[in-house]
């Protein structure tokens, strides 16, 4: 048993010393540096201003939206308050928005 135990350690150091060795000669080469100026070029490039187009793309498609409330439509499987929430007054959302979130009765400030 204690021959199997050295056995095992033995395959597991040498197998370690192969892997530092094929380490210690790839970053002694110089690849590495060329791959970091490469990836450094394709941040700059093209991420940023793949980025920057994305982000000026949905500015645009924002500012076209209109800003209407959805219609109220009182489905019975919708909006059920079986238990109050712990905050406010029980009846809204923790992340409520008066002109989106819809009360079981309507939207706030809607008197129709």
């Not at 033995?10 to 100026?37: C, I």
Request: hydrophobic share 40%; charged share 20%; aromatic share 8%.
């Amino acid at each position: 048993m204690a021959a199997l135990g050295r056995f095992s350690q033995m395959l597991l150091r040498s197998s370690l010393t192969q892997t530092r060795r094929q380490l210690s000669a790839a970053a002694a080469s110089g690849h590495g540096e060329q791959a970091a100026k490469t990836w450094k070029i394709l941040t700059f490039m093209v991420a940023l201003p793949g980025v920057a187009v994305c982000m000026l793309n949905m500015y645009l498609k924002e500012q076209q939206h209109s800003h209407e409330q959805p219609e109220f439509v009182p489905y019975t499987h919708l909006r059920i308050r079986s238990k109050r929430f712990p905050w406010g007054d029980g009846n809204k959302s923790l992340f409520h928005n008066p002109h989106l979130n819809a009360l079981p009765d309507g939207y706030e400030g809607h008197d129709e």
